[in-house]
């Protein structure tokens, strides 16, 4: 099964609206961190949030905040006021704890390309 | 605070032959991990390392080793090159290994096997 899930390919959206790109992910370690990045045509990886699984409270971070719904193992990315500069491609990650105090490898989404039009 | 390091950032290269690619995680960063990026397959795990140990690997054939050494820089090294090795090589530092720690990437080398 996979561990993320992301069944957005592409999205549009208009210059200064916003935007919800969205990640389901399935697990059942009880300790695990959930990360976006943007992958630009450039090609280099950026990070850009981050959500553990005990916060209780949404990570955000300027333009970015990310809806963590835990029961239902989503953690979109909501980017408001979208700019043209944000059109990349866009992924979702998850590393596990993993049992005994080891950790997982970070497993990524296929990603969803978003394009921004003025 | 530098960023990761990689090189080089172009290779061509032909079938059959090997090549090693070379990763310098930020300062202090002891993990780092190996993907490979493809149109078809997307973003690939290759291996992990942290203290110069292997910690977690893909599922790439034998062709595919790395190591990383005591200043956590790392190399990974692909033998008997194919066709279908032509990707773009991604490596990541991070802090350590937890659950929180997030990985920074950087710029890729673009393998181009003819």
Redesign the interface.
């Known amino acids: 099964a996979q561990k993320i899930t992301q069944t957005q390919p592409g999205m549009f959206v208009q210059e200064k609206e916003a935007v919800t790109l969205d990640c389901t992910y399935d697990t059942s370690d009880p300790s695990y961190g959930l990360f976006w990045y943007k992958q630009p045509s450039s090609g280099e990886m950026i990070f850009l949030i981050y959500q553990g699984s005990y916060d209780q409270q949404n990570a955000t971070e300027g333009r970015y905040s990310l809806n963590f719904q835990k029961a239902r193992k989503s953690a979109n990315l909501v980017i408001s006021a979208s700019q043209l500069g944000d059109s990349a491609m866009y992924f979702c990650a998850m590393r596990e704890e993993g049992s005994s105090g080891g950790y997982q490898k970070v497993t990524f989404g296929t990603g969803t390309k978003l394009q921004v039009i003025p | 605070k530098a960023g990761v390091t990689q090189t080089p950032r172009y290779l061509i290269k032909t079938r059959g032959q090997q090549v090693t690619l070379s990763c310098s995680p930020i300062s202090g960063h002891r993990s780092v ?1 190996w ?1 490979q990026q493809t149109p078809g397959q ?2 690939q ?1 290759l291996f ?1 390392y942290f203290s110069e140990t292997q ?2 690997k ?1 599922n790439f054939p034998g062709r595919f080793s790395g190591r990383q050494f005591s200043n956590s820089r790392s190399e990974m090294n692909v033998s008997t090159l194919e066709l279908g090795d032509s990707a ?1 090589y ?1 490596c ?1 530092s991070s802090l350590g ?12 080398t ?1 393998l181009t096997v003819l």
């Open positions: 991990s993907y997307g973003l795990f992990e910690r977690n893909g773009l991604l990541a290994r937890v659950s929180y720690n997030e990985q920074f990437f950087g710029p890729g673009r």
